[in-house]
C-alpha cells in the first residue's frame, strides 16, 4: 500500500492510498456519542482535503451503533460524505453474521442514496473492488 497524508489517534487511522485512489479509514477504538460524531465529522474533513471520490471504511475492530447512531450516519453524515464527492464506498464489517445483517440493514435504510456501495468482511477483497472503480 503506498500511502500519503496517514493521520492516527486513538480513535481511528485514515490514509491516502495512491494505489487505490482512496481514502481508507479504520476505526481503531469503539465510541459513542459526541466523540464518535467528532470522528466520523474528521472524516468528512479529510475527504474534502483530499477531494476524494472512493472510501473504504474499516469497522472489524467495533461493535454495532446504536439507534440514534445510525440515524444520524443515514441521515446526516452519509449525505455529507456524497456531496463532499464520495461516489464508490465499502465498508468492511467483523467476520459475523450479526455484523452482516448489521450492515445490511444499514444499508436498506440509504436506499435514496445514489452511489455505489458495498460491504464486505474482508480487507484484501474492499482494495480489489475499491480499486476496479
Do not use: C
Amino acid at each position: 500500500m503506498s500511502e500519503r497524508d496517514r493521520r492516527e489517534t486513538d480513535l481511528y487511522t485514515v490514509v491516502y492510498d495512491d494505489d487505490i485512489d482512496a481514502v481508507v479509514f479504520y476505526w481503531d477504538e469503539y465510541s459513542t456519542g459526541e466523540r464518535f460524531k467528532s470522528g466520523a465529522m474528521d472524516l468528512l474533513e479529510y475527504i474534502k482535503e483530499h477531494d476524494a471520490r472512493k472510501l473504504i471504511v474499516n469497522t472489524r475492530g467495533i461493535k454495532a451503533h446504536n439507534e440514534e447512531e445510525t440515524k444520524w450516519l443515514q441521515e446526516e453524515w452519509m449525505p455529507k460524505i456524497f456531496e463532499a464527492g464520495i461516489e464508490h464506498s465499502v465498508t468492511v464489517h467483523r467476520d459475523s453474521v450479526i455484523s452482516e445483517m448489521d450492515m445490511e440493514e444499514f444499508y436498506e435504510g440509504m436506499e435514496d442514496v445514489d452511489d455505489e456501495s458495498a460491504m464486505t468482511d474482508d480487507m484484501d477483497e474492499a482494495r480489489e473492488w475499491i480499486a476496479e472503480k
